[in-house]
């Protein structure tokens, strides 16, 4: 199993960007393991809910709320996914969780990091 670290989260005013970051730790066997990586949110008194999601670094998937405005991308080298969020608005307030599944099943979650969006 891998521990994740979210970290880029913050108060920004709508229309401004942010950048998270998610850093995965573990053995070589564990990282390697890993088959699809994706970001999620959850507001308060609300599900958590997709945000974003890449399988194997090809397949990408994007939640409608954030086509054309977020970017999920992959740097193998530092075993790190990232999150661009561009055009931000009060609605994407939440707490952003990382979620890694290994190629088993097997699902790993970041601790969450808190982005606020004020209008």
């Known amino acids: 199993q891998v521990q994740l670290v979210e970290s880029g989260g913050g108060l920004v005013q709508a229309g401004g960007s942010l950048r998270l970051s998610c850093a995965a730790y573990?053995?070589?066997?564990?990282?390697?393991?890993?088959?699809?990586t994706g970001w999620h949110r959850q507001a308060p008194g609300k599900q958590r809910e997709l945000v974003a999601a890449?399988?194997?670094?090809?397949?990408?998937i994007y939640a409608d709320f954030v086509k054309g405005r977020f970017t999920i991308s992959r740097d193998n080298a530092k075993n790190t996914v990232y999150l661009q969020m561009n055009s931000l608005k009060p609605v994407d307030t939440a707490v952003y969780y990382c979620?890694?599944?290994?190629?088993?099943?097997?699902?790993?979650w970041g601790q969450g990091i808190q982005v606020t969006v004020s209008s």
């Open positions: 890449t399988k194997s670094g090809a397949s990408i």
């Open positions: 573990g053995s070589i066997f564990s990282i390697n393991s890993i088959n699809a």
């Open positions: 979620n890694a599944i290994a190629r088993w099943g097997s699902s790993s």
